[in-house]
């Protein structure tokens, strides 16, 4: 599944998957104005597990539930999405649509989970 989402766009920096308490992750080897791959585990063990719980739950409050974040840091956007299993973790280059390049990793994770592609 990483190997498909990081093929989804050339400004997709790194993909991670959390995935019913194991972490698997993959950056694409030509970044400039990365974090450490250290630093990116924690954020997806710690950072984005907490904000997809809250956000979820005031989603769910009165707001039709939650479809996905996006963060903007300085030098990239992370978009994340709940799965009942866990969370997808995107990075994607700051001069691209993380939007659209988001719909579209959600769209193919549906298609994986329903054994429409392999």
């Known amino acids: 599944m990483i190997d498909k ?5 050339t400004s997709i920096r790194y993909v991670a998957i959390y995935r019913d308490g194991r972490l698997e992750q993959k950056s694409k080897s030509t970044l400039t104005d990365s ?3 250290e630093s990116d585990k924690y954020e997806e063990l710690l950072v ?3 904000l997809l719980q809250l956000a979820v739950q005031r989603g769910n409050i009165d707001c039709g539930g939650l479809d996905y974040i996006i ?7 992370q978009f994340i999405f709940s799965e009942s299993w866990g969370h997808v973790s ?3 280059e700051k001069n691209a649509d993380p939007i ?4 579209k990793a ?12 392999q």
Do not use: E, H
């Open 71 to 77: 963060l903007r840091y300085g030098n990239f956007f």
């Open 100 to 103: 659209s390049i988001g719909v």
């Open 106 to 117: 959600i769209a193919l994770v549906k298609q994986l989970k329903k054994g429409q592609l």
């Open 90 to 92: 995107i990075c994607i």
């Open 5 to 9: 989402l990081l093929n989804l766009s």
């Open 48 to 50: 984005n597990p907490t």
């Open 35 to 37: 974090s450490s791959l």
